[in-house]
Nanobody
Framework: EVQLVESGGGLVQAGGSLRLSCAAS????????IGWFRQAPGKEREGVSC????????DYADSVKGRFTISIDNAKNTVYLHMDSLQPEDTAVYYC?????????????????????????WGQGTQVTVSS
């Protein structure tokens, strides 16, 4: 079972930046997808940005394209989400998730970040608050 710990959240003014970190341990399978999801009060959890561990393929929600960047440091088993031009609408608890990608799964881009990942491993979340 993969263990995930998020960090880096905080309070920032609109237009500011934050970098979130997801430290992972316990990888045992061939490949994983790792992603950032967020949930604001009264809203469903949504995929923000995701990355495939094997080759670094990425995907982003339309709402954050051009503002957020996901990256992975395989040596540190850490995934980062650098967030620029933050807006109040970005306020949410941000969660990291990891789930095995099996060899027969045909796609990642435009699909993995849309899945609920009920069987994935989730972190506890980190709060991001953007003030106007």
């Amino acid at each position: 079972e993969v263990q995930l710990v998020e960090s880096g959240g905080g309070l920032v003014q609109a237009g500011g930046s934050l970098r979130l970190s997801c430290a992972a341990s316990g990888f045992t399978f061939e490949d994983y997808g790792i992603g950032w999801f967020r949930q604001a009060p009264g809203k469903e959890r949504e995929g923000v940005s995701c990355i495939r561990r094997s080759d670094g393929l990425t995907d982003y929600a339309d709402s954050v394209k051009g503002r957020f960047t996901i990256s992975i440091d395989n040596a540190k088993n850490t995934v980062y989400l650098h967030m620029d031009s933050l807006q109040p609408e970005d306020t949410a608890v941000y969660y990291c998730v990891a789930e095995e990608i099996k060899s027969y799964e045909p796609s990642f881009e435009s699909t993995w970040c849309r899945r609920p990942h009920y069987l994935g491993s989730w972190g506890q979340g980190t709060q991001v608050t953007v003030s106007s």
